[in-house]
Each structure stands twice: as structure tokens, then as C-alpha cells.
């Protein structure tokens, strides 16, 4: 199972950006299976920022709530990770996640940049 995270960059504080991450191999699909997005900055944990379900519930952690939302492209085996309001500390390399069972498997991370 193959996770390409892609989308990061550098953006002004407010912009927006939306990431990626395709998911092939290893017949796993986005449809039934959990997929999340985390990221982590320098010196710090990572951290959990969101999640969609295979009932396409999503929750989000209270630092992105209401700014972030996470959606899919079943036919394209991708979810979206669309970043508005962004703000500096929103700065960090973003990872995506697919959970099947007890396995998890993480993308490469892709970068975001926030200037001030």
C-alpha cells in the first residue's frame, strides 16, 4: 500500500491550499477503510488533525476545526485535505494515513509553509 501525499507549499497568511494523498497497491480502498491527516512541526508531536470515515463522518481537531475539511474522490482512490484561513503556525509537513484493521500506513509527508 502506497500513500502520495502531494499539494504543499508556501502561502500568506489567510490563503488556502488543498493537499492531496493517493492511495494504490496493495487493493485498499479510501471507500472502506479509515483515512486521516496529521501533521507535525519542527520540535513538536505530531498531531491528529482530522479523519473521514468509510460513512464519510469527518472529525477534525480543535486547532483546524471550521478552517480545514477533508473530503475524497472515490474514483480517483484520493482525499483532499482543503486548508483555508491558514496561519502561521499551521506550519509543518502534513502526512495522510490509511487504517485497515490494526495497519497503518502513512504518505511521505508534503510541506506547508505559512508566511507572516
Known amino acids: 500500500v502506497q500513500l502520495q501525499a502531494s499539494g504543499g507549499g508556501l502561502v500568506q497568511t489567510g490563503g488556502s491550499l488543498r493537499l492531496s494523498c493517493t492511495v494504490s497497491?496493495?487493493?485498499?480502498?479510501?471507500?472502506?477503510?479509515?483515512m486521516s491527516w496529521h501533521r507535525q512541526a519542527p520540535g513538536k508531536e505530531r498531531e491528529w488533525i482530522g479523519r473521514?470515515?468509510?460513512?464519510?463522518?469527518?472529525d477534525y481537531g480543535d486547532s483546524v476545526k471550521g478552517r480545514f475539511s477533508i473530503s475524497r474522490d472515490i474514483a480517483k482512490n484520493t482525499m483532499y485535505l482543503q486548508m483555508n484561513d491558514l496561519r502561521p503556525e499551521d506550519t509543518a509537513v502534513y502526512y495522510c494515513?490509511?487504517?485497515?484493521?490494526?495497519?497503518?500506513?502513512w504518505g511521505q509527508g508534503t510541506q506547508v509553509t505559512v508566511s507572516s
Open positions: 494515513r490509511g487504517t485497515r484493521g490494526s495497519a497503518n500506513y
Open positions: 497497491g496493495g487493493r485498499f480502498s479510501i471507500v472502506t477503510n479509515y
Open positions: 473521514i470515515t468509510p460513512g464519510t463522518t469527518t
